[in-house]
């Protein structure tokens, strides 16, 4: 198991160019793990990303990798999966790629329930730009462009997919990379268009700029902070505010677009 | 010989058409007039044949989908129009950079901004040759007629899979809607074979060495495929040599191909005293002005018709330089290919614009007129 992991990296890409601390190698990590559990042939498997340090991941990985332009991996990866219903896509974004500028896409490709398995790593910020504020900081929160902190609200990306359509939702943190690892190999089995949340610390661009200590320190507030969904069904709403729901939030049944597709053209062709 | 059937049919139609004799097999646009009828087109035809129709939620996403399409081996195309073209661009470029095959359909408009949707204008050559940012090379194909839209989509996307670089059809409102025989051969004749048919076991996605197939995904050889400047295995690198070299490469694979690009015509007297250069719906007026000046009169006329705009028929252009003394320069915009025309003339000859930017044809007479002034 250890051997196939490594024959899913390109040892000579690494090191990575990820600042220390960051929580974007464990995400990767899991997804790695995630892939080698679900058996896929390594020729089935495409890994596309859009811009950002989250997106960097792609040429560590020894797949065929689509590195695209920023926001747009999964219209990218929309086509390639029409082209190709029998690949395993997996789209690796970041907050701001996902839900800026690749907001229109996030939402369609969930309308659609195009078989596509979003990971989106949230790290409440834009990182390779060096810290401005995404739709996912949390309101309050400093930015370099939001200097005395944020009045925007944040967007919840998982209502928001559930409901634009998406039939699978998850979401976990860096501090439990093994839950991560399940969520995203659930995600992959699940046919459809899979959301999968991987909160991540960034302690160089966010946790510094809002005094939230070390890596570390921010791996324990978010473990700290985290319930499970079964958990929280037993707590009300106040007891929440603060709190991250983690696991499967949600999977739902519903055509998924390209056996649809291909399907309903058979009908044509014949 | 393959059986030729005769078809009416309309620009936007033929393109359609040309595109699927060609091998696409998958389309994905966002609706604009007067680009529609290539998307109605494809979506009528692509399910009958296996193919794919998509119809995206925003311009980006259609070129990004054509560009991921063709990663996955399938020909693509996509159609729009002037403000469509502008949303398409930075992933125009990727397509570029990262030398993915497809074709990009612009049936333009009136501009600038919504302009006028249905009136013919030619305002966009400079969009398709500098819309996209960073040095970059481009295709540029300039139809004169349906006929013309039929044959020249083929070569589009033949061309496109063969330089593995993005062609760009540049249509006019008035050859997109237009409508006119065109001889239809027998389907499967006219398709090059795919690029990736023939793969050394040491291929390289940017093989050093000059062109090289595109291996769609899925086939076992696993590459990196970025927007960024990357070395010949795909891999991003800001090594000074290396991003010359990948620049030197994309622009370098046009030029040594530059004889199978650049299509022109010319008609009328051999040696012209007065010569017209034109392109798209605005070269049917100037023929119908060589036909009487220079057939009927037997006036020293001619006209150089230029199919491809980009590159720039450089060569063509300088030898009629040579000859005429006067070259006239009928556009449907403020003046945009003219520029190219003097650059190459270099002061051999008086080089004249007609523009008209008021949302109808140039005339025959017009340019009769002009002639009428330098003969």
Same mark, same amino acid.
């Given at each position: 198991?250890?051997?196939?992991? /490594?024959?899913?990296?390109?040892?000579?890409?690494?090191?990575?160019?990820?600042? #220390?601390?960051?929580?974007?190698?464990?995400?990767?990590?899991?997804?790695? /793990?995630?892939?080698?559990?679900?058996?896929?042939? =390594?020729?089935?498997?495409?890994?596309?990303?859009?811009?950002?340090?989250?997106?960097?991941?792609?040429?560590?990985?020894?797949?065929?990798?689509?590195?695209?332009?920023?926001?747009?991996?999964?219209?990218? *990866?929309?086509?390639?999966?029409?082209?190709?219903?029998?690949?395993?896509?997996?789209?690796?974004?970041?907050?701001?790629?996902?839900?800026?500028?690749?907001?229109?896409?996030?939402?369609?490709?969930?309308?659609?329930?195009?078989?596509?398995?979003?990971?989106?790593?949230?790290?409440?910020?834009?990182?390779?730009?060096?810290? =401005?504020?995404?739709?996912?900081?949390? /309101?309050?929160?400093?930015?370099?462009?939001? #200097?005395?902190?944020?009045?925007?609200? *944040?967007?919840?990306?998982?209502?928001?997919?559930?409901?634009?359509?998406?039939?699978?939702?998850?979401?976990?943190?860096?501090? =439990?990379?093994?839950?991560?690892?399940?969520?995203?190999?659930?995600?992959?089995?699940?046919?459809?268009?899979?959301?999968?949340?991987?909160?991540?610390?960034?302690?160089?661009?966010?946790?510094?700029?809002?005094?939230?200590?070390?890596?570390?320190?921010?791996?324990?507030?978010?473990?700290?902070?985290?319930?499970?969904?079964?958990?929280?069904? =037993?707590?009300?709403?106040?007891?929440?505010?603060?709190?991250?729901?983690?696991?499967?939030?949600?999977?739902?049944?519903?055509?998924?677009?390209?056996?649809?597709?291909?399907?309903?053209?058979?009908?044509?062709?014949? | 010989?393959?059986?030729?059937?005769? @078809?009416?049919?309309?620009?936007?139609?033929?393109?359609?058409?040309?595109?699927?004799?060609?091998?696409? !097999?998958?389309?994905?646009?966002?609706?604009?007039?007067?680009?529609?009828?290539?998307?109605? %087109?494809?979506?009528?035809?692509?399910?009958?044949?296996?193919?794919?129709? +998509?119809?995206?939620?925003?311009?980006?996403?259609?070129?990004?989908?054509?560009?991921?399409?063709?990663?996955?081996?399938?020909?693509?195309?996509?159609?729009?129009?002037?403000?469509?073209?502008?949303?398409?661009?930075?992933?125009?470029?990727?397509?570029?950079?990262?030398?993915?095959?497809? $074709? $990009? @359909?612009? @049936?333009?408009?009136?501009?600038?901004?919504?302009?006028?949707?249905?009136?013919?204008?030619?305002?966009? @050559?400079?969009?398709?040759?500098?819309?996209?940012?960073?040095? %970059?090379?481009?295709?540029?194909?300039?139809?004169?007629?349906?006929?013309?839209?039929?044959?020249?989509?083929?070569?589009?996307?033949?061309?496109?899979?063969?330089?593995?670089?993005?062609?760009?059809?540049?249509?006019?409102?008035?050859?997109?809607?237009?409508?006119?025989?065109?001889?239809?051969?027998?389907?499967? &004749?006219?398709?090059?074979?795919?690029?990736?048919?023939?793969?050394?076991?040491?291929?390289?996605?940017?093989?050093?060495?000059?062109?090289?197939?595109?291996?769609?995904?899925?086939?076992? %050889?696993?590459? %990196?495929?970025?927007?960024?400047?990357?070395?010949?295995?795909?891999?991003?690198?800001?090594?000074?040599?290396?991003?010359?070299?990948?620049?030197?490469?994309?622009?370098?694979?046009?030029?040594?191909? !530059?004889?199978?690009?650049?299509?022109?015509?010319?008609?009328?007297?051999?040696?012209?005293?007065?010569? +017209?250069?034109?392109?798209?719906?605005?070269?049917?007026?100037?023929?119908? $002005? $060589?036909?009487?000046?220079?057939?009927?009169?037997?006036?020293?006329?001619?006209?150089?018709?230029?199919?491809?705009?980009?590159?720039?028929?450089?060569?063509?252009?300088?030898?009629?330089?040579?000859?005429?003394?006067?070259?006239?320069?009928?556009?449907?915009?403020?003046?945009?290919?003219?520029?190219?025309?003097?650059?190459?003339?270099?002061?051999?000859? &008086?080089?004249?614009?007609?523009? !008209?930017?008021?949302?109808?044809?140039?005339?025959?007479?017009?340019?009769?007129?002009?002639?009428?002034?330098?003969?």
């Amino acid at each position: 198991m250890e051997q196939l992991t /490594r024959d899913f990296l390109r040892s000579q890409k690494l090191p990575h160019i990820w600042c #220390p601390g960051c929580g974007n190698g464990i995400v990767t990590a899991a997804l790695v /793990r995630a892939i080698e559990r679900a058996g896929y042939d =390594q020729s089935d498997v495409v890994i596309v990303s859009g811009i950002g340090c989250s997106s960097r991941a792609a040429g560590y990985l020894n797949f065929n990798t689509l590195h695209t332009t920023h926001g747009r991996a999964l219209a990218f *990866a929309t086509g390639l999966k029409m082209s190709r219903p029998e690949l395993k896509i997996f789209v690796i974004m970041g907050d701001g790629d996902c839900s800026a500028i690749g907001g229109n896409h996030f939402i369609h490709a969930a309308r659609r329930n195009i078989d596509l398995n979003a990971v989106i790593i949230n790290n409440y910020i834009y990182g390779m730009t060096g810290g =401005q504020h995404s739709p996912l900081t949390p /309101r309050g929160k400093k930015a370099t462009t939001a #200097p005395r902190g944020t009045l925007e609200r *944040a967007f919840d990306l998982l209502e928001l997919a559930k409901g634009a359509g998406a039939t699978f939702g998850a979401r976990a943190t860096a501090a =439990q990379p093994r839950q991560l690892e399940q969520l995203i190999l659930r995600g992959a089995n699940h046919k459809g268009f899979s959301v999968i949340e991987a909160l991540s610390p960034c302690p160089i661009a966010y946790g510094r700029r809002n005094k939230l200590g070390t890596a570390v320190d921010m791996l324990r507030d978010m473990k700290e902070k985290s319930i499970s969904v079964e958990r929280s069904f =037993q707590m009300a709403d106040t007891e929440l505010e603060e709190k991250t729901v983690t696991g499967v939030i949600y999977t739902l049944d519903a055509p998924e677009y390209s056996e649809e597709y291909y399907r309903s053209i058979e009908k044509t062709v014949n | 010989m393959p059986e030729i059937k005769p @078809v009416l049919m309309q620009g936007n139609e033929a393109c359609a058409e040309g595109a699927i004799s060609a091998g696409v !097999r998958f389309y994905a646009g966002y609706p604009i007039t007067p680009s529609t009828e290539v998307a109605e %087109h494809m979506a009528s035809k692509l399910p009958e044949i296996g193919g794919v129709f +998509i119809q995206m939620e925003d311009e980006i996403a259609s070129m990004a989908a054509v560009i991921g399409a063709s990663i996955g081996g399938m020909r693509s195309l996509t159609a729009t129009s002037g403000p469509g073209f502008s949303l398409k661009q930075e992933n125009l470029g990727y397509a570029i950079m990262a030398e993915i095959p497809c $074709v $990009v @359909v612009n @049936v333009q408009r009136m501009g600038p901004s919504t302009g006028v949707p249905t009136a013919p204008a030619q305002g966009d @050559v400079m969009q398709a040759r500098w819309g996209t940012h960073g040095d %970059h090379p481009i295709i540029v194909f300039s139809p004169a007629s349906v006929y013309e839209t039929f044959y020249l989509t083929i070569a589009a996307v033949n061309l496109s899979q063969k330089l593995r670089q993005p062609v760009i059809m540049l249509l006019d409102e008035v050859i997109g809607h237009m409508r006119e025989k065109v001889l239809i051969p027998e389907a499967g &004749k006219l398709m090059v074979e795919r690029s990736s048919d023939k793969v050394p076991s040491d291929w390289k996605p940017y093989d050093e060495k000059g062109l090289t197939p595109l291996v769609p995904f899925g086939f076992g %050889h696993f590459y %990196h495929v970025t927007g960024l400047f990357h070395d010949q295995y795909g891999f991003p690198t800001g090594d000074p040599i290396q991003v010359e070299r990948a620049l030197d490469r994309i622009h370098g694979k046009l030029e040594k191909y !530059r004889d199978e690009i650049i299509l022109t015509n010319y008609i009328g007297h051999k040696e012209p005293r007065v010569a +017209i250069i034109t392109y798209g719906c605005t070269v049917r007026s100037a023929r119908a $002005v $060589v036909k009487k000046a220079y057939w009927q009169e037997r006036l020293p006329v001619g006209l150089l018709s230029m199919q491809t705009i980009w590159p720039f028929p450089a060569r063509e252009v300088e030898a009629l330089a040579n000859q005429a003394d006067v070259i006239i320069v009928p556009e449907m915009n403020m003046g945009q290919i003219i520029g190219e025309v003097e650059r190459y003339a270099c002061g051999k000859a &008086k080089i004249v614009p007609l523009n !008209r930017y008021d949302g109808e044809m140039i005339t025959p007479e017009q340019i009769l007129n002009e002639i009428g002034r330098w003969l």
